[in-house]
């Protein structure tokens, strides 16, 4: 038995952080049905990717709303609220990711809702938070990331502030508003009471920050520095970082630049053995490290440093990786279908439970495709 | 209520990826008794950044154990080990982040564990998952990011592939283990059965990539082309992305470039047809870029918020902590050390029934409660 198995959701969100909170409840085991607008449906339907479409939908939209049910519905008339009302009573969740407002506007507050079915655990993601000045700001993930000063930490010194390369702030923040979820049913089992959630990108992407936010609240509010070279992190000494070889590029984890040193053969590290300065003087160290490592190829430069148990790996695309055999036995792929034909594939939910891992075949729901169902 | 309260979570686990995940129980409520190695304990207390140590211990592993107990015993003795079974025998949750084999060998693996109490949910993290040639692999952040194709993701297109400048694997990973052991607590109650929750890093790292990897296979398996131009998502066209500005930078998300063309004033970007925000991409970027560097952050902000454009400021730390907004969410709390010392760091970012989660208890010196502990057993057990 999948644990949240007999949960029904009702996914009011769009785009990529509500519906990536409910697509981890589905693969538990939940029953997820999103409301959607009447033609037009989650604009997710709308983020176009060059030479790719599945079933004429956006692959970005086909992997975050699989195994999931669509009805349409508007929101705004009088007609459906009776529709809503039953379907907000027969549900145990409700997900949300309106501007702040216009749940009250449309009558789909906490508030309002609570009074239909005092069980519903209301979970809600916003942009800023509810209250304030950022309130009515646009909850986007690009945005977040720049409030947030995120993009100071990423990329080398001296190249512009740049941001993490994927909607990072909307992914943290839908598994907090998963975590948020699940608690509440939890408790709800003890006190028959549902609950109020609520997450916000900035606090997300914050909180994904941290370890080098407390240190930097704590150390006289330094600005963080950017490695020079080959930046990976920007609190963290040499030899941290990816590095280009003859052939292919390495990346080498936290470990002593003078084993480092005797171990390549790189005799100008040997001289760095205060471990104050691999923080220090980390830029110098990458740039020695970096010009010895071209001297050779990924392959010649991880025999030596696997044998002698340094933390370190080849960098591998996409295309490398699937075929190396380390992958292929965590079954991480699975194909979706639709009447037995396999009409995509994508990954699989990350969490194994009693050494179960968690396939779903159902597609990507039509939009309004259940509506008989559920109306 | 705390929507934990009442849960025993005894964690065993090290760094960042585990004792991230039970911090978040513990602010959701739990009680988290850490179980570390006498002597020694947690490896990041002595994993210091920034020379940051407070009362012996690293800033950092009071930024990531706060809220939490600690409780010394060594696995190969006998005798510690037969009082942490009966701690298990008392628990919900127990995390363990060891290299695979290593549990079993100590009688604490989930076989053995259930056999204990059948009613313990037991989450373990490992790298790559514990079967296959990665099985014994290290598992460590970068690693991780560089062997699952993330680095080629991030940074510009002439880069050399770029990881990304935090450890946000080990993050998502932590993540990816509360989801499970919330979602066994709650089938516990309806069952009366424990479960065994497992997460890697690796699975983790490809689920925060499952968007990117969808498009790639099937999409005739072409890799990710991260703009060669202030990239900031290679399946996100133009403009999408950071701009230098005369003063700053801005972010502009994205949008419709006939409305660019005319608040910008830059006519040149009404020649381009639909289709080439992605095909000319970088070009119509740099064109961007060209005219936005003219100006002032504040005067961009100025005619693009007011025409309802997707964009802001990029903020440096500072200025986000000046900022009304970052203030009024009440983000921060301060820890507070026996003697009298104060560390700030950021809350729980989960608000339950219009609350905020506060908590002032730094993290435990090492072994601070193993001895109220023994005596709870011991109590227990009378």
Redesign the interface.
Known sequence: MRPLEGVKVLDFSQYLAGPSATLRLADLGAKVVKVEREGVGDGCRNLRVPDCEIEGESPLFCAVNRNKDSICLNLKAEESKKSLEKLIRESDVGVFSFRPGVAERLGLSYEDIRKWNPRLIYAEVSGYGSEGPWAKKPGQDLLAQSLSGLPWLNGNAGDAPTPMGLSIADMFAGQYLVQGIISALIRRENTGEGGYIQVNLLESITDVQFEVLTTYLNDGHCPPQRCSVNNANAYISAPYGVYETKEGYLAIAMCSIVVLGQLLGCDELLKYTDESEWAIKRDAIKEILKEHLMKNTAEHWLGILEAADIWCSRVLNWDELFQEEGFQVLGMLQDIRRDRNTVFQTTRCPITIDGERYYSDKPVPMLGQNNEQYL | ?K??E?IVVLDFSQY?AGPSCSL?LAD??ARVIKIERPGSGDNCRRTI??N?VIEDDS??F???NRSKESYCANMKDPDDLKILKMLIKKADVMIENFRPGVMKKNGLDYENVRGINPRIVYGTITG??D????AK??G????V???????????NGGN?????????VD??TG??????I??????R???GRG??????L???A???????????????????V?AEY???????AAP?????TRDG?I???QGSLKDLASYLELPELNEYDP?DE??KRDEIKKLIGSRLIQQTTNHWLAILEKEDY???????????LE????K??K??QTLELMDGRE????R???????EAYYSRRPGPKLGADTEKIRQEIGEVEA
């Open positions: 209520m929507p934990l009442g960042l978040r959701l409520g950044l920034k940051m800033l950092l009071h930024t990531i790559y998952g079967k296959g040639p990665w692999k290290p460590q952040d970068l690693v990011q560089s062997m699952s194709g993330l680095t080629w993701l991030n940074g050399p592939p770029t990881p990304f400048g935090l450890s946000v993050s998502y993540v990816h283990l509360a989801e499970g919330l979602a066994a607590l709650y089938r109650i309806k069952t479960a065994q929750v497992q997460v890697s690796m699975e983790s490809l689920d925060m990539q499952f968007e990117g990897i969808t498009a790639y296979l099937n999409g005739g398996k072409k890799l990710p991260r202030n990239n900031a998502h290679p399946y996100l999408y992305g950071i701009y230098r930078c972010a502009l998300s289709g992605f095909g997707w964009c802001c400021e990029v903020y440096t730390w500072e200025k986000m900022s009304e907004g970052f009024e969410l983000f921060l560390i700030v760091t950021s729980c970012p989960i608000k339950v029934d219009g």
